[in-house]
C-alpha cells in the first residue's frame, strides 16, 4: 500500500464558504479507516481560510492542507495529487458532499477485484428546488468488470469526483488536469479510460453535484466567462480528436467531442454579437467543422438529440 492510508480525497477550494463546511463534514464523517482529506485552499478571499482551520485544529490527524496562491481548479487538484499518500485517490469540489458510505463501498469494491477505476451514481442536487433533483444514470445495474475503452461505450459521465482511481495507475499514466482552461474533466477523464484496465460501475448514489451554485463553471456569470467557457469546450475537442486520431480510438469518444464543439452554439449568448464572434474565430481557428465531419455518425446524432432533449427537460423540471 502507499502509505498507510487507503484513500486520499483531494478537495480543491476557493471562495466556497456557504458549502464548505457541509462538504468537509461529510469527508470527516466517512466510515471508511485510513482516509487522508487533503484541502488545497487555492487563495480564498472569503471566510473558507477559516472554516479550513477550524477543521484542520479538529481533525488534524485526519486533514492535511495545501496552501497556495490562487491557480484555478486545476491546478488546486494537481497540487493536492502531488501530496496524496493513499492506495486510492478521489475527488471532491468543495461545493459539493457525499454519501458517507462513499469510499467505504467504493475502495472495498476496488481491492477485492484489484480494479483502476470505479465509479458510482451522482445526484445533480438543488438547494433551491429539490424537485429539480435527478442522477446521471446510464445503467440501472452494477457492471461487469471491463477495459476502460469497453466500459466507455456505456456512456458513463466524464467527470473527475463519482470515480475513485488507483494512484500507482494514475501515476503511470503521468495524470494530470491541463491548468488554466474549464471543461478539464472532459479532457482528462476520456483518456484515463483509455488506459485503464480494470473498471467496473457501482449503481448507488454516493455523490452529490451541486448545480444552483452560481459561482460553479457551469453557471457562467458573465459574457467574458462565457466566452473562454465556450473556447475551452472547443479546444477540448480538438485535443481529444487528435488523442482519437493517434490511437486509433474509433469507439463512443465522439460522444464527448462533439456535444463540446456543437453545445456552445446553442446558449442563449449567441445572441450577443461579441460571444458569437469569438465562437465563429474558434470554430474555425480550431478546425471545428473538420473535426464535426470526421466525428459524425448516425449514433453520433441520436447520442446527441438525446443529450439536447434531456437538457430541454432538466432545464424545464418544476
Known amino acids: ?20 463546511e457541509t462538504c468537509l463534514t461529510s469527508l470527516i464523517e466517512q466510515t471508511l479507516d485510513g482516509l487522508e482529506i487533503i484541502v488545497v485552499n487555492d487563495g480564498s478571499t472569503d471566510n473558507s481560510s477559516e472554516i479550513i482551520e477550524w477543521f484542520q485544529r479538529r481533525y488534524e490527524r485526519r ?14 487538484r ?3 495529487f502531488r501530496v496524496a499518500r493513499g492506495e ?31 465509479q458510482c451514481l451522482y445526484l445533480n442536487w438543488y438547494d433551491s428546488n429539490p424537485s429539480k433533483n435527478h442522477p446521471y444514470r446510464f445503467l440501472e ?13 456505456l456512456d458513463p459521465s466524464v467527470g473527475a469526483c463519482d470515480k475513485l482511481y488507483k ?53 457562467p456569470n458573465s459574457i467574458n466567462k462565457s466566452i473562454k467557457l465556450a473556447k475551452d469546450k472547443m479546444y477540448v475537442a480538438r485535443r481529444l480528436n487528435e488523442f482519437r486520431e493517434e490511437h486509433d480510438w474509433n469507439g463512443n469518444i465522439n460522444r464527448v467531442i462533439i456535444p463540446h464543439i456543437v453545445t456552445p452554439f446553442l446558449k442563449k449568448e449567441l445572441l450577443v454579437g461579441e460571444y458569437r464572434r469569438n465562437l ?39
Do not use: C
Request: proline fraction near 1%; charge should be positive.
Open 88 to 118: 486510492y485517490v478521489g475527488f471532491v469540489d468543495s461545493d459539493d458532499f457525499v454519501d458517507r458510505r462513499m469510499y467505504e463501498v467504493l475502495y472495498t469494491r476496488a481491492k477485492e477485484s484489484n480494479l483502476d477505476i470505479v
Open 280 to 318: 465563429i474565430r474558434e470554430l474555425k481557428s480550431n478546425g471545428g467543422l473538420r473535426i464535426v465531419s470526421r466525428n459524425m455518425n448516425g449514433r453520433t446524432i441520436m447520442r446527441l438529440t438525446s443529450v439536447l432533449l434531456r437538457r430541454l427537460k432538466n432545464e424545464r423540471r418544476i
Open 1 to 20: 500500500m502507499n502509505g498507510k492510508f487507503k484513500v486520499s480525497v483531494i478537495v480543491p477550494v476557493y471562495n466556497t464558504q456557504k458549502y464548505l
Open 141 to 153: 445495474h452494477d457492471s461487469a468488470i471491463m477495459t476502460g475503452k469497453d466500459y466507455f461505450e
Open 78 to 80: 494537481n497540487a493536492g
Open 167 to 219: 494512484k500507482n495507475f494514475l501515476d503511470r499514466i503521468a495524470f494530470r488536469f491541463e491548468e488554466g482552461i474549464y471543461a478539464e474533466d472532459a479532457l482528462l477523464i476520456p483518456q484515463v479510460f483509455y488506459w485503464a484496465t480494470r473498471v467496473q460501475y457501482v449503481n448507488e448514489i454516493f455523490y452529490y453535484y451541486r448545480r444552483d451554485n452560481a459561482n460553479s463553471i457551469t453557471n
Open 63 to 76: 486533514l492535511i492542507v495545501v496552501n497556495k496562491e490562487n491557480g484555478g481548479l486545476s491546478s488546486a
